[in-house]
């Protein structure tokens, strides 16, 4: 049977097992702050990657779909015109 290079099953497994222990001791309410946290960090990472993304790709380099697709930084929320313009 062939290897393989890459298992997401097993990075998943490997990523729940590392929350467990880190959260296996944490009360309710520390578990909600915990997911908060998380939350916030992978928010702020993902407008950090769209600031960059819109700083060297600008929009004249970019597929002509993306003329229409609208990118919030802040909530990192990506808007789509219901029709797009002919």
């Not at 790709?57 to 929320?77: G, I, K, M, Q």
């Amino acid at each position: 049977m062939k290897k393989k290079k890459f298992d997401c099953v097993e990075m998943m497994h490997r990523a729940g097992r590392k929350i467990d222990q880190e959260t296996k001791n944490l009360t309710f309410q520390q578990k909600v702050e915990y997911w908060r946290k998380k939350s916030e960090e992978a928010a702020r990472r993902q407008a950090e990657r769209t600031k960059a993304f819109n700083q060297a790709a600008p929009l004249n380099y970019r597929p002509a779909f993306w003329e229409h697709w609208r990118c919030d930084p802040v909530t990192t929320s990506i808007t789509l015109p219901l029709i797009a313009p002919g």
